[in-house]
């Protein structure tokens, strides 16, 4: 089995920043030529893309936060991260880390991030 566990969700303020994180584990084998990124959930809407990240290190952004979020990837941790700067309060959702292995994917079990004054 594979278990992505992630972390590093809350409640910000506007303006404010975050830093997710996702820690991959189990039967992983190949996680190194694999894709990994972050997809939102907002209430009453449906998953969305908000970056990706492949093994060699090349990103992809939804419009709506580039320039504001950054994806990374750790291959000797297994671990890929999402930088949030400049919190907006449409960025309110369940974040998930999704891992594409061998043609199949795995998703988290999300974090909530809440950006309110």
């Known amino acids: 089995q594979v278990q992505l566990v992630e972390s590093g969700g809350g409640l910000v303020q506007p303006g404010g920043s975050l830093r997710l994180s996702c820690a991959a584990s189990?039967?992983?084998?190949?996680?190194?030529?694999?894709?990994m990124g972050w997809y939102r959930q907002a209430p009453g809407k449906q998953r969305e893309l908000v970056a990706t990240?492949?093994?060699?290190?090349?990103?992809n952004y939804a419009d709506s936060v580039k320039g504001r979020f950054t994806i990374s990837r750790d291959n000797v941790k297994n671990t890929v991260y999402l930088q949030m700067n400049s919190l907006k309060p449409e960025d309110t959702a369940v974040y998930y880390c999704?891992?594409?292995?061998?043609?199949?994917?795995?998703w988290g079990q999300g974090t909530q991030v809440t950006v309110s004054s």
């Open positions: 999704n891992l594409n292995l061998w043609r199949k994917d795995y």
């Open positions: 189990g039967r992983i084998f190949g996680i190194s030529t694999s894709t």
């Open positions: 990240i492949t093994s060699g290190g090349s990103t």
